[in-house]
């Protein structure tokens, strides 16, 4: 099993909508989660961490963690198609704080 | 907000030569800097992990004589291609825990290494 797990996509969502991007760790004691999107050819930049249980809201992101399924979910409200991009879930491991990436969803928001 | 600075953003080296990839960070001290490498259409691979002042720790299967990581200053780490092959062409990132509240950790805008 994948330490971080999320779906290649691509989520295809018409302009508007909401995507709905899921992500699941394997280990029990992370702590905290990061959300990053990174567009083709450039370095990821940071949408959202979350550290505790429940919902965070962010403009139009929302993420979602749940500590005992150890998951942690993002959502974009009202997509625009300069959404589109590659979104990493991404999440610490226990000793050095590296980070450990999942493979990334691509999201495709359509006109 | 945090920033590191990472140069050149494209190299293009011929196999065999050595390339020296930099990050700075601007207006924070970065005791641990990680590199990480992205092959076309897959997620970020991490490479190693540098401390000031101390040896790197490499990642499992990721030559240490080959990518030299040196990070000599609180705000300086270098990653160095050595003897450098067509195979090792990737999109090269930097990273550091910037300590500040939930900045997390900032990437440096990455460097597209060619080798032809």
Not at chain 2, 19 to 48: G, H, N
Not at chain 2, 81 to 102: K, M, Q, R
């Amino acid at each position: 099993q994948k330490e971080v797990e999320q779906n290649s996509g691509p989520l295809s969502v018409p302009e508007g909508a909401i995507a709905s991007l899921n992500c699941t760790y394997s280990d029990r004691v992370s702590q905290s989660f990061f959300w990053y999107r990174q567009y083709s050819g450039k370095s990821p930049e940071l949408i959202m961490s979350i550290y505790s249980n429940g919902d965070k809201e962010d403009g139009r992101f929302t993420a979602q963690l749940n500590k005992a399924s150890q998951y942690v979910s993002l959502l974009i409200r009202d997509s625009q198609p300069s959404d589109s991009a590659t979104y990493l879930c991404a999440v610490p491991g226990a000793a050095g704080n590296k980070l450990t990436f999942g493979g990334g969803t691509r999201v495709l928001v359509k006109p | 907000g945090a920033v590191v600075s990472q140069h050149p953003s494209r190299v293009i080296c011929k196999s065999g030569t050595s390339v020296k990839i930099e990050c700075r960070s601007l207006d924070f001290q970065a005791t641990t800097m990680f590199w990480y490498r992205q092959f076309p259409k897959q997620s970020l691979m991490l490479m190693a992990t540098s401390n000031e002042g101390s040896k790197a720790t490499y990642e499992q299967g990721v030559e240490k004589d080959k990518f030299l990581i040196n990070h000599a200053s609180l705000t300086l780490s270098t990653l160095t291609v050595t003897s450098a092959h067509p195979e090792d062409s990737s999109f090269y990132i930097c990273s550091a825990l910037s300590g500040v509240a939930n900045y997390g950790y900032t990437f440096g805008s990455g460097t597209r290494l060619t080798v032809v």
